[in-house]
């Protein structure tokens, strides 16, 4: 089993930035991809972005691509999401998930909220 702790969610104005943290406890040796999910109210949840653990490869939706910013601290199995130029329709529930190659989402987190709003 892997635990996911996410934290850094908050309040922000519009244009500012956030920083997600979501911390892998447990098997992560066995952890093949972490990922990010949000879910907005009354809307349904959709892909944030992803990063292959031993590759580095990232992949971002588009509606993020290029405002958010996926990095990673190995010795600390945590995954961070810079988020950049925030935007009123970034606001959501920001989940994290972790998995193999087979089921890249089977693990997931408890949810950060992140509101945009002046």
């Known amino acids: 089993q892997v635990q996911l702790v996410e934290s850094g969610g908050g309040l922000v104005q519009p244009g500012g930035s956030l920083r997600l943290s979501c911390a892998a406890s447990g098997r992560t040796s066995t952890l093949y991809t972490m990922g990010w999910f949000r879910q907005a109210p009354g809307k349904e949840r959709e892909f944030v972005g992803r990063?292959?653990?031993?590759?580095?490869?990232?992949f971002y939706a588009d509606a993020v691509r290029g405002r958010f910013i996926i990095s990673r601290d190995d010795a600390k199995n945590t995954m961070y999401l810079q988020m950049n130029n925030l935007k009123p329709e970034d606001t959501a529930t920001y989940y994290c998930?972790?998995?193999?190659?087979?089921?890249?989402?089977?693990?997931w987190g408890q949810g950060t909220q992140v509101t945009v709003s002046s």
């Open positions: 998930t972790a998995g193999g190659s087979i089921s890249p989402n089977e693990f």
């Open positions: 990063v292959i653990w031993s590759a580095g490869r990232k």
